[in-house]
T-cell receptor, first 116, second 112 residues
Framework: AQKITQTQPGMFVQEKEAVTLDCTYDTSDPSYGLFWYKQPSSGEMIFLIY??????QNATEGRYSLNFQKARKSANLVISASQLGDSAMYFC?????????????FGAGTRLFVKA | GAGVSQSPSNKVTEKGKDVELRCDPISGHTALYWYRQSLGQGLEFLIYFQGNSAPDKSGLPSDRFSAERTGGSVSTLTIQRTQQEDSAVYLC??????????FGQGTRLTVV
């Protein structure tokens, strides 16, 4: 069965510091994609970053990077130099490419609070 | 269009009425998803369309819920005999066969 686990319901970080949001996943599919989304209070879902299971390097997009540890089945999101606008809900998601109906499943989310 | 478009953005309906929610995906995206999100909660998977394959309906909470996707493009989610527990934001996303899903703004459904 496919599963995404985000164990941190809420996180606080001081402005300008880095923060890591945890995500672990479970799949038997050797080929899959991992995604992170941001959902601010406005409700829109914003795609942040993608990591493919066969990618050799960790994905980076500006201040976002994905700490991909395949053997541990973890895909933690690292936000560097936090800004007040980073306060939002963050969702980790996975999409298996060969099994599980190929549909994307989401974790329960982590609410990030950035303090001034 | 440039992004995923959902309509209406807000819908208030009386308990027992039927509602239809529309999703217009990004052109060329073969995959289309419907999710439901209650206040402060995560995303609950409802249904998934991929190309011409049979849809994955495993997330539909009851037989009052149904969805179709016409011509591989626009999708309609129908909720019959709405109940108060159906109140939520209904999100639609589309993607390429392996890419990230891009979401619409959602439809906020309130059943009174």
């Amino acid at each position: 069965a496919q599963k995404i686990t985000q164990t941190q319901p809420g996180m606080f970080v001081q402005e300008k510091e880095a923060v890591t949001l945890d995500c672990t996943y479970d799949t038997s599919d050797p080929s899959y994609g991992l995604f992170w989304y941001k959902q601010p209070s406005s409700g829109e879902m914003i795609f942040l970053i993608y990591q493919g299971s066969y990618d050799q390097q960790n994905a980076t997009e500006g201040r976002y990077s994905l700490n991909f540890q395949k053997a541990r089945k973890s895909a933690n999101l690292v936000i560097s130099a936090s800004q007040l606008g980073d306060s939002a809900m963050y969702f980790c998601a996975m999409r298996p490419y060969n099994t599980g109906g190929f549909k994307t499943i989401f974790g329960a989310g982590t609410r990030l609070f950035v303090k001034a | 269009g440039a992004g995923v478009s959902q309509s209406p953005s807000n819908k208030v309906t009386e308990k027992g009425k039927d509602v239809e929610l529309r999703c217009d995906p990004i052109s060329g995206h073969t995959a289309l998803y419907w999710y439901r999100q209650s206040l402060g909660q995560g995303l609950e998977f409802l249904i998934y369309f991929q190309g011409n394959s049979a849809p994955d309906k495993s997330g539909l909470p009851s037989d009052r819920f149904s969805a179709e996707r016409t011509g591989g493009s626009v999708s309609t989610l129908t909720i019959q005999r709405t109940q108060q527990e159906d109140s939520a934001v209904y999100l639609c996303a589309s993607s390429t066969s392996q890419g990230a899903g891009f979401f619409g703004q959602g439809t906020r459904l309130t059943v009174v």
